[in-house]
């Protein structure tokens, strides 16, 4: 599933392929399952003529300008990405919006699973507060990242994935930063203390921009992660011990039992 590192390199695709071009035409498929909050034809018309000036992200949400008209809202769900590409014979598989752009180029938005969502927003701040996003957790400071944990009850795995507390971390990426923090994913929130919280935080940051500057591709990580050796019985990169797999929440938890101790 499409996290922070993810959306934050596709949101740099979009930045770098086709910002500054205009929508000429668009296909839209699938509408009743992808499109959200807004008309069909609304979305339609709003794009058709737009300019894309800028891009932005807030934790899992990527964000295109339309010049005058807003901001395109994409999410990714399970599997979803974007492509930039020159003939409409190109596109991906399972494209549920493809734009057309006046240098030729078409700008299409995958999801095969029909798990992401496009929706229109007048402003980015409006829709993080609508949704209810904590905050970006790679614009979180530390003095608020100590707040947030100290006050929460629970264990610091869910929390981390918890959209509303901190936007951005996912099942796979919580794994990484637990592991590169030397942290037990049960272990409680409030009662890390002062020194863990923060190497915590810091793993968080470390983490997600190591990621993205890998372009999110777990072949291309450090030796020292986790993430491509996300496996029951894997050999842990640290200290050659087994990687244990649990269930926390109903989700796969993958940590090493001698690095991450409670
Ligand atoms: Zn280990």
New binding site residues.
Partial sequence: MPELPDVEVFRRYVGSTALGRTVTDLTLRRESDIVRGVSPTRLRKTLCGAKLTSTRRHGKYSFIELEGRGWLVMHFGMTGRVSYHKDEAREPEHTRLRLALDNGYHLSYVSQRLLGRLSLSDDVEGFVEKEGLGPDALALKLGPFRTIMSSRRGMIKPTLMNQSVIAGIGNIYSDEILFQAGVHPRAECSKLGDERTAALYRSMRTVLRTAIRHKADPRELPRSYLLPRRAEGAE??????R?RKIKIGGRAAYY?????GK
């Fill in positions: 842990c990169p640290e200290c050659g011990g990687v090493c039992p001698k690095c991450q």
